[in-house]
Structure formats: structure tokens, C-alpha cells
């Protein structure tokens, strides 16, 4: 058995608009979560900021599991863009949900968020990025995001 390793890549913090409801669908209830840029990121392998114009197209399924699928970029300190696309799931507690539903600062440690983000980088400097897998954790707050994105080795 080989048990891989992480190195942590970046951690990224992003502003958030108010979601804005699709409805209730076939599969469960979607909404859009739009993205503003200017988020920081910074890492030992990529430093850098949000770029805005961006969204996470967000599915809650009935058993309270909410899909994340979201797309932004990266724009580099040395002015690479880096395309994402990230996906998971995020779920805990129905009390704890409520709460962050609502708005209320809540422990990310209350509850799972996990995504796999795909990054498509240009020929250059980041193009490592299109031959690694990657995860990542997360933590919601009312209006932004935190991610901690870390490289399988």
C-alpha cells in the first residue's frame, strides 16, 4: 500500500454576494452564490488574487447534503490567470446548518466541507497544476469563503 502524501498549496479568502435562489428542482433546491474578486491568496507554491465575476452553482439534495460546484479564477502576484473548478460537499447537523443558513457565525469544525479542486493553468510557471490532484477544506461565513487547498503528492 503507498499512502500519499499533502503539501499545502494556498489558502484562499473571497467576498460573497447573497445567494440568490433558483427554487426547488426535480433533484433539490439550487441556488448561485456569486463570487466577488479581490479574495487574497497566499502559499508557499501560489500567491495571488480572486478574480471576480465568478459563482458557485450550489445544490442542497434532500438529505441536506449541499453540492458546491463553482468556477472562478486565480490571477497570480506575477500575472498568470489560473482557471478552477471546484467541487464537494458540504453538510453537518441540521441545528448547525440552520445557523449558517441564517447567517450566524458558525465553527467550520461543526460541520464537512471538503471540495477537489481541477485547475487549468497555462504553458509556465503553474503548469504542475494540471498534473496533480488536489484537496481542499473550507469554512463558510456570512459573506466569504476561506479555503485550504493542499497538493496530493
Known sequence: MIRPDLEFVYEASGELEPPRAIGETYDGARRIIPIVGGGRVEGPLIK??????AADWQLTRP???TVADAIYAIETDDGVVIQIRNRGLRHGPPEVMQRLASGQEVDPAEYYFRTVPEFIAPNGPYDWLNRSIFICSGARYPLGIKLWVWRVL
Open 63 to 65: 438529505d441536506g447534503v
Open 48 to 53: 495571488g488574487r480572486l478574480v471576480g465575476n
